[in-house]
Nanobody, 121 residues
Framework: QVQLVESGGGLVQAGGSLRLSCAAS????????MGWFRQVPGKERDFVAV???????????DYADSVKARFTIFRDNAKNTVYLQMNSLKPDDTAVYYC???????????WGQGTQVTVSS
């Protein structure tokens, strides 16, 4: 059974930065897609970023338009951890951020419990 544990959320002023971490246990996820999503109360969970293995030691990253050029997703396979570096944060980035792993059959198999990010104006 895979477990994902997010950390790094908190309160930050607009324009600031945070780095979220998602540590996986139970299975090595080197070749699995790992993504970040976010959700605000009353709304659906939205895609933020994903990193996918594309062979060898190469990974492909993709981002929601709203975070491109501000957020970076990267992974440390030695630690079985994926990160989301968030820069130039805006109040609209306020949400609970979730980590997900192992995309198959058009859905992610595993989800973390979420970490709150609050950006004050």
């Amino acid at each position: 059974q895979v477990q994902l544990v997010e950390s790094g959320g908190g309160l930050v002023q607009a324009g600031g930065s945070l780095r979220l971490s998602c540590a996986a246990s139970g299975r090595t996820l080197t070749r699995y897609a790992m993504g970040w999503f976010r959700q605000v109360p009353g709304k659906e969970r939205d895609f933020v970023a994903v990193t996918r293995w594309s062979g060898g030691s190469t990974y492909y990253a993709d981002y929601a338009d709203s975070v491109k050029a501000r957020f970076t997703i990267f992974r440390d396979n030695a630690k079985n951890t994926v990160y989301l570096q968030m820069n130039s944060l805006k109040p609209d980035d306020t949400a609970v951020y979730y980590c997900a792993a192992d995309f198959r059959d058009n859905r992610y198999s595993y989800w973390g419990q979420g970490t709150q990010v609050t950006v004050s104006s």
